[in-house]
């Protein structure tokens, strides 16, 4: 197959695989990116369209674009935009490339999709150097498609596939926004919720709000309201009344990094729902594609991502919420150990403990 058929025979599929989700948060237009802007939702369903690298950086690393997936195919389509863009000349072309590497790189350093898809991205460029300029555009663009649809495809089996641990009248937990808006389309966690509720089970949902910047009660909430599905939002702090008082099921949420050892990186709080879990012997699963999966970085040399301070001195930057001058941590993310994980739904199937022999069977 040409390297033209094949791109218009990706470009068909993606059509394709686009209808079976209702929000497509990331779409390519013609060498532009076209991305809803998540930070004005709920208020404003606002679409953003640049084929300016930094400007697509600028949106990873304000939030406009966030959560692990989506993070990764925005990377994918951002390289092959700015091959797509650049002149046919395989120097430029390169120069253009390898900064655009290095400007995404420094966007967010714990998600881990990110990396994965500069990788993949880097590799199809230089193993493509030998064809002519256009077709290298082709080829990335082709690849980066393909990775959005492979995005999709996963959350979709991974819906199927999470949803058999999720009974009839079961109540979820869920933490942060782990839909359709963190991913190329239907979600991880929420994607497993929404596949339950699709396939007839009467299930109910309950969402912490994740403070500093309430992914849960802006996104998660938005994205429960317009599936119909019934849900409550709680703050954060309510957590172990939930639990003491039995309203809780299971607890599925997502990943921005999975290790090796089975350690799950995700979003602040995330542990502390884990531990409480524990102790109320409450399942807790994580669900993530296996290109969130790091199987070389150890715990201790993760990097947790430090956010402004001004994030949690304020609710959204728009009311200070402390004294003038207060100084605070944010930390964007924590790790839960394998010893709290119940499973880890993947595309692939489910993995049970013991994680380390587990994950490095599910990439033999
Ligand atoms: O800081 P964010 O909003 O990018 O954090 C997102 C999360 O922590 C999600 O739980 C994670 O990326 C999984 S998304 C499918």
């Known amino acids: 197959m040409s390297i033209l058929s094949e791109l218009d025979s990706v470009k068909k599929e993606l059509q394709e695989v686009l209808k079976e989700v209702s ?23 606002r679409y953003v369209e640049s084929s300016d690298i930094y400007r697509v950086a600028e949106a990873i690393k304000r939030l406009e674009i966030r959560g ?11 390289v092959a935009m700015v091959a797509y863009n650049s002149p046919n000349n395989k120097d430029e072309m390169m120069k253009n490339i390898e900064k655009a590497v290095e400007i995404l790189s420094h ?4 998600a881990y999709n990110l990396f994965w898809a500069l990788n993949i991205m880097k590799k199809t460029f230089y193993e493509s150097i030998d064809l002519s300029p256009q077709e290298i555009k082709e080829k990335l663009l082709s690849k980066a498609l393909k990775i959005q649809i492979e995005d999709i495809k996963n959350n979709l089996k991974m819906g199927e596939i999470g949803e058999k641990l999720i009974q009839d009248g079961d109540t979820i937990l869920t933490h942060c926004n782990t839909g359709s808006l963190a991913t190329a389309g239907h979600g991880t966690a929420l994607g497993v919720i929404k596949t339950a509720w699709k396939n007839g089970k009467k299930i109910k949902v309950i969402a912490t709000e994740t403070r500093p910047l309430l992914q849960g009660a802006r996104l998660t909430a938005w994205e429960l309201k317009k599936e119909g599905i019934p849900f409550k939002l709680i703050t954060d702090n309510m957590v172990g009344i939930v639990m003491m008082k039995e309203m809780v099921h299971k607890v599925f949420v997502g990943a921005d990094r999975i290790l090796r050892t089975g350690h799950v990186i995700n979003k602040i709080g ?7 879990a524990s102790y109320h012997k409450i399942p807790f699963y994580a669900v993530a594609p296996t290109s969130t999966f790091d199987l070389t970085t150890s715990p201790e040399d993760v990097i947790i ?5 001004s994030e949690v001195t304020t609710v959204l930057n728009k009311l200070r919420i402390a004294p003038e001058g207060t100084s605070a941590y944010n930390f964007a993310f924590d790790m839960t150990p394998p010893e709290l994980v119940s499973g880890i739904v993947t595309e692939k199937g489910i993995v049970e403990k013991d994680y380390e022999s587990n994950i490095k069977k599910l990439f033999e």
């Open 23 to 45: 929000i497509v948060p990331i779409e390519w237009k013609d060498g532009k990116l076209r991305w809803i802007d998540v930070t004005s939702l709920p208020w404003e369903e």
């Open 68 to 78: 692990a997936p989506a993070i990764g195919v925005t990377t994918a389509l951002a």
């Open 107 to 110: 966007t967010r350093p714990t």
């Open 270 to 276: 995330t542990y502390g729902i884990a531990v409480l």
């Open 305 to 309: 991502e430090n956010r402004d301070e």
